[in-house]
């Protein structure tokens, strides 16, 4: 069975930083591109960033580029999403996701407001 399960959400200033946690069960995480998507009231999904089996590859959302990194540990099962000056249009529920399937986390809310 497929899992994904998101921590490290929160409450943060406007120029603050956080740091998403994904950890996959159930399938070989070093088979499959994984990435981060995002959810704010009233707008659609959107990519945030994602990131191929190695690692060696990411993609980045033009409104985030130079401020999120996506980094994995296949070793670990692990997914990450560091984001850095944060703004309070970073402000949606954060979910990770697997390409292939697709699969979903339960997502994660993270909110950027002073």
């Known amino acids: 069975q497929v899992q994904l399960v998101e921590s490290g959400g929160g409450l943060v200033q406007p120029g603050g930083s956080l740091t998403l946690t994904c950890v996959a069960s159930?399938?070989?995480?070093?088979?499959?591109?994984m990435g981060w998507y995002r959810q704010a009231p009233g707008k659609e999904r959107e990519l945030v960033a994602d990131?191929?089996?190695?690692?060696?590859?990411?993609h980045y959302a033009d409104d985030v580029k130079g401020r999120f990194t996506i980094s994995r540990d296949n070793a670990k099962n692990t997914v990450w999403l560091q984001m850095n000056g944060l703004k309070p249009e970073d402000t949606a529920k954060y979910y990770c996701?697997?390409?292939?399937?697709?699969?979903w986390g339960q997502g994660i809310q993270v909110t950027v407001s002073s």
């Open positions: 996701y697997r390409q292939r399937g697709p699969y």
């Open positions: 159930g399938f070989t995480l070093h088979m499959h591109t």
């Open positions: 990131i191929s089996r190695n690692g060696y590859n990411t």
